[in-house]
């Protein structure tokens, strides 16, 4: 089993970019589909965005599509998420999350993964 680390979050104002990427250990990182969600307060985890094994297939929340690029890079073990146009709802815990899966599947709920990074703040100021 892998695991993931998160990584490029922080403070941006609304309007601006960040691309978030998470690592990934282990040989068999290109066995896994992969996704973003994110947990603003208060809230329940929300699926973002969800890429296939293949990086053939993607699939994105209606929140976020035309502003945000799921992408992966399997020689590099990394999953990016690139965030443009970003808004203050927006802010949250993004974590990313894989799954041995399917190699053209994409996988849109939290309970369909086991494997789960620590997190990392987007904060977007208004």
């Known amino acids: 089993q892998v695991q993931l680390v998160e990584s490029g979050g922080g403070l941006v104002q609304a309007g601006g970019s960040l691309r978030l990427s998470c690592a990934a250990s282990?040989?068999?990182?290109?066995?896994?589909?992969m996704g973003w969600f994110r947990q603003a307060p208060g809230k329940e985890r929300a699926f973002v965005a969800a890429?296939?094994?293949?990086?053939?297939?993607?699939y994105y929340a209606d929140s976020v599509k035309g502003r945000f690029t799921i992408a992966r890079d399997n020689a590099k073990n990394t999953v990016y998420l690139q965030m443009n146009s970003l808004k203050p709802e927006d802010t949250a815990v993004y974590y990313c999350?894989?799954?041995?899966?399917?190699?053209?599947?994409?996988?849109?709920?939290?309970?369909?993964?086991?494997?789960w990074g620590q997190g990392t703040q987007v904060t977007v100021s208004s």
């Open positions: 999350a894989g799954v041995i899966g399917k190699y053209y599947t994409t996988y849109r709920t939290s309970d369909a993964y086991d494997t």
């Open positions: 282990g040989r068999t990182f290109s066995s896994y589909a």
């Open positions: 890429i296939s094994r293949s990086a053939g297939i993607t």
